[in-house]
Every structure is written in C-alpha cells, then in structure tokens.
C-alpha cells in the first residue's frame, strides 16, 4: 500500500489515540485505529454552476460530523465558499492571497467556521491579482504545495474549492492535492465536460504531480424525475466505471438556500435530503482512505 497524503498509524493500546493538535489547542478522542492524516482534495471542474462550492461546504462540514478535523481553503476569487460560511466581505481580513504573495503562513489564516471542527482559509476577489503576479515566479504552479507541506498534517482533510477556470489558481490547487472529486450536473454535455478536465489531470499528472488521483467523479443537482439525468448518470457510470461515485448528489432546494444564512446545511437543515447524500458522500470518501487508501484513489486518471 503506498501512502500519498501522509498517514499514521495508531498502535496505541484499544486502539484509542488523543491528538493534541497545537494551533488549535485542542483534544480530540477517536475509536479510530487508523486516520488519515493531511488528505488534500480538490474540488475542480472548469465549468461554473456544477456544484463545486456546495460541495466543498457541505462535504467540509460532513467530513466534521463525522470527526475528521476539516479545513476548506477557498481558492476561487468569487469567494463563494467564504460568503457561504458566513463569512462577509471585510477587506481586511487577510486570505490565501497573503500566504501565496505575502508569504503568510497558512495556519495564520484559519478561521474557524460555524460548524465544530470545520476551518476555512478565506479567498476574496484580489485573488485574481495572485494568478497575474504569479506568473512570473519560478515554480509558480508549485506555490500554494510549498506552503502546505508540514501545515497539511494538522487536518485529517483539506478540500480545495476551485474558480471554474482551468487557471493557474485551479493548477495550484490540483498539484498540491492528493487527489480530485469532479462534480458534474446531469446535463447533456457531461460526458464531454468530464473527458476534457480527465485529459488535464492526466497532463498534471505528468508533468507536476505524479500522485495525482481521481478520488471520484460526483453526480450533483440529480433530478429523480427526468429521464435525461438518469441517461447522463449511466453513461457516466458505462464510461468511467467505479470512478463515479455511488453516492448522487440529489437535487434539493434547502442546499441552494443555505449559503445565503452562511450556514452549512448540517446546521441549516440537518434532516434534508441534501444532508443525508453529504455524509453518505463524506462516509465514501473515508472509506476509499481507510480500504488502504481505496483502489480507486491509488488508480491515476485513465485513459481508458
Ligand atoms: N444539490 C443541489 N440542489 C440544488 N441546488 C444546488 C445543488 N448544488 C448546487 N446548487 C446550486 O447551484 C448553484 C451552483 O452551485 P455551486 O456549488 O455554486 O457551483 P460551482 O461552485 O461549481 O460554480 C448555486 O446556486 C447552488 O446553490
Ligand atoms: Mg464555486
């Protein structure tokens, strides 16, 4: 079994560890004999709309339910994921912006969310100067990487929401995670959309980061009633096989409405429909993590 995102195993005596998890001052008490430790995972699809930033927030906050120690870093410039955190417009406060021009640590910038156990790293429009002035630095894709490296193992999970752009922000996130979850909405082009981001996690993969791995391919916004979401969802599942992932998304209003309250919908709506498919979704994720890291998760972005 190979290790990509930095794993400990626990042997302590009953299989019960504390972790004492510095910056945070904290405790905390699991059953758990093994935990994955620093799982970076970014959310990316160049196309807007397809659930990305609901994802990120909803996943964040499932993975917290669920005990794992959650940190969101926004990375697209509309800061959506920091407004639907509760998070309003306040120019002061400092964002990945600063770790990533500034030189900021990264655990400077953690703010704790609403929700236990869930963190985010803020973003806010000057963002879109980073892409512009990271340009011209060497190693440029790499930059937000180098800033993670020790930093990651103080979470159990880091989600990277990405701008829907293939831009040197989204290729930032993809070279410093683990692997990638591409939401898609059940519409006529999937397919096509989710062949064209697989070809550039495949050039990523080549050519910056060779651990790069499909954690899995997320149906959103599912429609039970139409028959054009169910043709999109088999085919999707003929095509890329088991890197779909068997928890869909379903479509459902109160997860549209709870950003507008800055509220994850655990706290919004905890017995919605769209709360149970996120930590049914959360409950898959760790499961790739503790079956040694999941097949799939080993698996690169095929080709086939
Ligand atoms: N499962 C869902 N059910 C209903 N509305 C959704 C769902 N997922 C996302 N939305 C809504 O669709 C829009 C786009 O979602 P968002 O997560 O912002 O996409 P992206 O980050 O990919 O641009 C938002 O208004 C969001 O509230
Ligand atoms: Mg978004």
Request: hydrophobic letters at 40%; aromatic letters at 8%.
């Amino acid at each position: 079994m190979k290790h990509h995102g930095g794993w400990r195993h626990h042997t302590t005596p009953g299989a019960f560890y504390l972790r004492y998890s510095l910056p945070f001052d904290r405790f905390i008490l699991t059953f758990f004999g093994l935990v994955p430790l620093g799982r970076v995972i970014a959310i990316a699809n160049q196309k807007g709309g397809v659930g990305k930033t609901t994802t990120a927030i909803n996943l964040g906050a499932a993975l917290a339910r669920r005990d794992m120690w959650t940190l969101i870093i926004d990375c697209d410039p509309q800061a959506n994921t920091t407004g639907g955190l509760g998070f309003s417009k306040d120019p002061s406060r400092r964002t990945i912006y600063h770790a990533l021009m500034h030189d900021v640590p990264l655990r400077d910038l953690v703010q704790k969310s609403p929700l236990e156990g869930l963190h985010l790293i803020p973003s806010d429009k000057n963002l879109v100067g980073a892409t512009l002035e990271l340009a011209d630095r060497p190693e440029r894709e790499k930059a937000l990487r180098n800033k993670m490296e020790t930093f990651r193992k103080e979470f159990n999970y880091i989600l990277l929401d990405c701008p829907p752009a293939l831009d040197l922000l989204t290729l930032n996130a993809l070279v410093a995670a683990d692997s990638v979850i591409v939401p898609v909405q059940c519409e006529y082009f999937a397919l096509e959309g989710v062949s064209e981001l697989l070809d550039t996690l495949i050039r990523v993969r080549r050519l910056h980061n060779h651990n790069l791995a499909v954690e899995g391919i997320l149906l959103t916004m599912f429609d039970e009633r139409t028959n054009l979401a169910h043709q999109v969802r088999d085919d999707l599942r003929d095509f890329f096989g088991d890197q779909v992932f068997s928890t869909v998304i379903p479509r459902n209003v109160r997860l549209a409405e709870a950003p507008s309250f800055g509220q994850p919908i655990f706290l919004y709506d905890p017995d919605c429909k769209g709360a149970a498919s996120y930590l049914e979704l959360a409950q898959e994720v760790i499961n790739h993590d503790e079956k040694g890291a999941g097949s799939r998760a080993e698996r690169p972005p095929s080709d086939s």
